[in-house]
């Protein structure tokens, strides 16, 4: 009934750039949070940065400064700027909405099916 299609992966150099987009599509009334996680080989899975629907933002301190994590509400798209990137970033990437549906008073978390980043030289 909703979808999340997360996109934008692929293969970058240290030091290089990606930007990742995540679109939910189908009936919904309404999105609250958008959240980045990512999960590496041997890791738990782990928050890399949330938005909400108001704009305020939050990071993991890890990627403070490098990634940048924003969003268009008429789009009902989430996005993930990544800067400077390491080695240590590459993962499955993750996206994560709160949707509030139809005729429904609480929000349900659905997950995107993960976009693979490596960062290597």
């Known amino acids: 009934q909703v979808q999340l299609v997360g996109s934008g992966g692929g293969l970058a150099q240290p030091g290089g750039s990606l930007r990742l987009s995540c679109a939910a599509s189908?009936?919904?009334?309404?999105?609250?949070?958008m959240d980045w996680y990512r999960q590496a080989p041997g890791k738990q899975r782990e928050l890399v940065a949330g938005?909400?629907?108001?704009?305020?933002?939050k990071y993991a301190e890890f990627v403070k400064g490098r990634f940048t994590i924003s969003r268009d509400n008429a789009k009902n798209t989430v996005y993930l700027e990544m800067n400077s990137l390491k080695p240590e970033d590459t993962a499955v990437y993750y996206c994560?909405?709160?949707?509030?549906?139809?005729?429904?008073?609480?929000?349900?978390?659905?997950w995107g099916q993960g976009t693979q980043v490596t960062v290597s030289s």
């Open positions: 994560a909405a709160a949707v509030r549906q139809f005729f429904r008073h609480t929000y349900d978390t659905y």
């Open positions: 189908g009936r919904f009334f309404s999105i609250n949070d």
């Open positions: 938005i909400s629907r108001d704009g305020s933002t």
